[in-house]
C-alpha cells in the first residue's frame, strides 16, 4: 500500500516538476541573448523523460501543465509557441522510445514535426512582429547561394574549366535551397536529441531503443 501511495505521489509530482523545468528553460530561451543552442537541445528533455518515466497519459499531463504554465507568465502567442515544434516533438519523441520503436521511425517524424513547427512558429512570428520573417530567411538563403557559386566560379578561373554557373539564380531556386536548409537544420536536430538522451538518459535509469547499427559508430563517437 504504501508503494502505491508512493506511486501516486510520484505521478502528481513529477508532471508538475518537470513542466516547470521545460517552461523555465523555453523562458530562457526566448529572453536570453546567450546559450540558444544549448537551451534547444535540452528543451525537449524534461517531457521526453516524463513520457518514458511515467507513461503517455502522465506526459500529456506534464505537457498541459507547461502551456498553461507559460500561458499564463508569456501570453496566448508566446506561450503557444513552445508547442511548435518542441513541445509537439518531445510527445513525439517520448512515445516513440516508450513504445520501443526504432529511431528510423523516431528520427524522420520528428524531422517532418520540427519542420513544419518552424514554418508555423515563422508564420505566428511574422504576424507578432508585422512584418514577413520569409524574407530574412529567402535573403539568407541568397547570400549563401551567392557565397557558394563564387567559391565554385573562382576555382573555374583558377583552372580555366571552359563553363561557369549561372547568376543571379531564381527566386524559384533561392526559396527551394533556403527550405531544404531548413530541412537539413532539422535532421541535425533531431538527430542530436536521439544522440543527447541515448547518452543522458541511463544515468538517470533511464533508456531509449540502441541507433541502428549503420549510425551506432557515429552515436558511440558523439558520446
Request: zero cysteines; hydrophobic letters at 60%.
Amino acid at each position: 500500500m504504501k508503494f502505491t501511495k508512493k506511486n501516486q505521489a510520484l505521478k502528481l509530482i513529477e508532471p508538475s516538476y518537470l513542466a516547470s523545468l521545460s517552461s523555465l528553460l523555453w523562458i530562457a530561451l526566448y529572453y536570453l541573448p546567450v546559450g540558444g543552442a544549448l537551451l534547444r537541445l535540452i528543451l525537449p528533455l524534461p517531457i521526453i523523460l516524463l513520457h518514458l518515466r511515467r507513461g503517455t497519459r502522465t506526459a500529456f499531463e506534464g505537457l498541459i501543465i507547461q502551456f498553461l504554465l507559460l500561458l499564463i507568465l508569456m501570453g496566448p502567442i508566446r506561450g503557444t509557441l513552445f508547442l511548435f515544434p518542441y513541445g509537439i516533438l518531445a510527445f513525439w519523441l517520448g512515445w516513440s522510445w516508450f513504445k520501443k520503436k526504432n529511431w528510423w521511425l523516431s528520427w524522420s517524424v520528428g524531422i517532418i514535426l520540427g519542420a513544419l513547427g518552424f514554418f508555423i512558429r515563422l508564420f505566428a512570428l511574422s504576424a507578432l512582429v508585422g512584418d514577413n520573417l520569409w524574407v530574412i530567411i529567402t535573403k539568407a538563403s541568397y547570400g549563401l547561394i551567392d557565397w557558394f557559386i563564387g567559391v565554385i566560379n573562382w576555382f573555374i578561373g583558377v583552372f580555366n574549366l571552359p563553363f561557369s554557373l549561372p547568376f543571379p539564380p531564381s527566386i524559384l531556386i533561392i526559396q527551394l535551397i533556403a527550405i531544404l536548409l531548413i530541412i537539413f537544420q532539422e535532421m541535425v536536430y533531431v538527430l542530436t536529441i536521439h544522440i543527447l538522451a541515448h547518452s543522458l538518459f541511463p544515468r538517470l535509469n533511464t533508456n531509449i531503443p540502441d541507433p541502428p547499427k549503420i549510425i551506432n559508430g557515429f552515436v558511440d563517437l558523439g558520446l
